[in-house]
């Protein structure tokens, strides 16, 4: 059974790391969606929230499964026979993190890193931008799967801090 992991704040998720998400799943036997609970980060959706967009849209990809971690991503990994972390790179500037992250993961644990380049529709695009696109009143219908795009027109209207 080949496993691998795609793992995100997905802040909310985004059209980009759908495409991700949906060429992984024709690569690998299993998916596993995993959000980081990471506290240190100011998030606009909940732990659950994230999931719950998550679980929205990916349900037509029968070997995609969304669960969440804290700590290291290799110990999930290792908790839950996971070979590889499936990563999207839109631009250069990624690749300077992504790089020591995947060297690291390596080291700690033997777990590979795929980089999967991101489809040049969405190499603009990331949660934070597109919640400041929503923030404004902007259209982020085109950026973000269509149940996010409401829970995040929900969220600006009615903040929860
Ligand atoms: O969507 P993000 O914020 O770029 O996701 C980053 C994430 C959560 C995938 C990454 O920070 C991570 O894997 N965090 C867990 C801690 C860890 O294992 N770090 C890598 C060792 S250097």
Redesign the pocket.
């Known amino acids: 059974m080949r496993r691998a992991v795609c793992?995100?704040?997905?802040d909310p998720v985004t059209l980009g790391h759908l495409d991700i998400i949906s060429r992984a799943s024709a690569l690998y036997d299993e998916v596993i969606v995993a959000v980081?609970m990471?506290a240190s980060k100011n998030r606009m959706f909940t732990l659950e929230e994230r999931i719950a967009m998550l679980q929205e849209a990916t349900t037509q990809y029968g070997n995609v499964s969304v669960d969440s971690f804290d700590g290291?991503?290799?110990d999930f990994c290792k908790a839950h026979s996971i070979q590889v972390i499936v990563k999207g790179l839109r631009a250069i500037s990624d690749f300077d993190y992504e790089l020591q992250?995947a060297q690291?993961?390596h080291g700690l644990a033997g777990i590979e890193t795929l980089f999967m380049t991101t489809n040049p529709l969405y190499s603009f695009l990331s949660s934070s931008l597109v919640k400041e696109v929503a923030t404004y009143g902007g259209d982020v219908s085109g950026l973000v799967p269509e149940a996010a795009g409401r829970r995040l027109i929900e969220r600006v209207k009615t903040p929860q801090n």
């Open positions: 793992p995100g704040s997905f980081g990471n290291l991503i290799v992250m690291m993961n």
